[in-house]
């Protein structure tokens, strides 16, 4: 897990609408990364409708609203169709971009013990730096916990 005034990776990813997403491109607005496991499926859709129900609170403080996932953008083309979704989904298949983040590693359900993206989620500042960090995140209540926090 990245700590709070360090850098923030930056990376280029493939979005949604099939074009490449770097992370410093977005200096001068804070950004609102968020690490989830699958597209469509219900804490992660509960998680992404929060987001979509508070996008215009986000944009009132400044701030852009980015999720990752492992999924391809054509998953995620579905998804944010599906959902109205205002904002960027960002496919990271090999998870690289989750490695560093510390939002990939050990989860157990149901008494087993896998690999996979654990729900985080980062408020990165204007400079680039971490500004919070929040791990094991709530799906429901995600989005208005990140905002009071902005």
Excluded at 12 to 27: A, K, N, V, Y
Excluded at 31 to 54: H, I, M, N, Q
Excluded at 72 to 78: D, G, I, M, R
């Amino acid at each position: 897990m990245l700590q709070e005034n360090e850098l923030a990776p930056d990376f280029t990813l493939e979005s949604d609408q099939g074009e490449p997403f770097t992370l410093s491109d977005q200096r001068g607005k804070k950004v609102v990364l968020y690490f989830y496991p699958k597209d469509d499926t219900s804490g992660c859709t509960k998680e992404a409708c929060s987001f979509r129900d508070s996008h215009a609170q986000f944009a009132m403080k400044g701030a852009v609203v980015v999720g990752v996932s492992p999924d391809p953008p054509e998953s995620h083309t579905q998804f944010r169709a599906k959902y109205a979704l205002p904002f960027y989904l960002l496919s990271d298949p090999d998870h690289s971009v989750a490695e560093q983040y510390g939002a990939w590693g050990e989860k157990k359900a149901s008494g087993k013990t896998t690999e996979g993206m654990l729900r985080t989620t980062y408020i990165i500042d204007e400079e680039g730096k971490i500004a919070k960090a929040f791990p094991n995140v709530k799906p429901e209540e995600h989005a208005q916990e990140v905002l009071a926090e902005l």
